[in-house]
């Protein structure tokens, strides 16, 4: 099996994490997708990571149906871990709040944090790249503190973020935090019960592979790995 | 049930659509949520529309998410008219064009077209209301284009847009399409195989209730309600 993946895009981590906890460690394959590589657009005409190919050629494309794809063909197998649930509304739940982090969180913190301070720096000018924008990364550091109460008061009321159970919902958080958390973009003194739900998703053995990761010439944050941050 | 929708939302029209093939007739209930009512965050704190609201009270807020559910608890009844295909690799394809039309159509044509031409005349300026921005209207018509192209590439390799049957995929993109129509928006002279599927796709009786839509002081494209355009 197969992930085409970016060291910094959120739903690419989603994805590892997933597979973290299902056990599986697929080939990590790094696509730049601002490239455009043919063979990449032919396995996903929408060009976007991740993308997981299965032994038989079968390519499944986007954070939300590789999700519910893992939970069709493996979710049974683990059992009380299942990260989506059996119950009607704990499949809601689960799906809207991972949802609200891959989709709403993306687009008020992740995209832009990462576009303008990892992505722009490795695309050619006329792929957009250039200087980062500096009133979006504002924006994008102002969005952060809403959602991290969001956390905080979702996981005072619950024991994870979508019910009793670590579902699909932390690992979306967790992805996206990483990335904003690896470039030094979040406020822990915001939110002491958003900092602890992240201190104990962080010490989990999926998240070691996200916690290794550095960039050649862009180390991350100096509590970035550290589990007790 | 109710469902909260807007006549120009095009996520709320593709649940319309999706309750026409059911069968189902929910109580419509039109929500601005530009004016971020209280009582409509609390069903959704994301405060978007869809949502859908079963009689026991259970709140299903967003397209993807409520095309789940349906599936799930209504789907079997469908027999082989199923809006979502059993086998894995049918459900990754209608899942992946589902999403094209909802999330990549959404941001490249219909969010701009219908922020710009319907949402702003009903905002107050505080809400961001004001004159239409002609650029993101050029923009997306441009970009329609090669949707109608694609369209039109799947149709003609296929029956439907992601298959033998209808499904999810050809609700989201003729609900997206239904939008920019209304506005006069499509070149339907770009695509002939990719007109005459909206033909076809047109004259299901689901599709009945959108065409009769029509909006005080902005009345629809000519040819909107028309069979045969």
Redesign the interface.
Known sequence: MQLFHHTFCPHSRFVRLAFGEYGMDPALIEERVWERRPDFLAL???GATPVVVEENG?????A??IA??LD??RGLALGDRRLLPED??G??EV??LT??FND?FFTEVTEPLVREKVYKRYMKREQGGGPPDMAAIRAARANIRYHLH?IGWLVKARNWIAGERLSYADLAAAAHISCADYLGDVPWDEDETAKIWYARIKSRPSFRPLLAVTMAGMPPAATYADLDF
């Open positions: 996903d005409p929408a079968l390519a499944v494309p986007g939300a149906i519910e794809y069709e063909t009607l509304s499949r809601i799906r809207r949802s609200w709403k969001y």
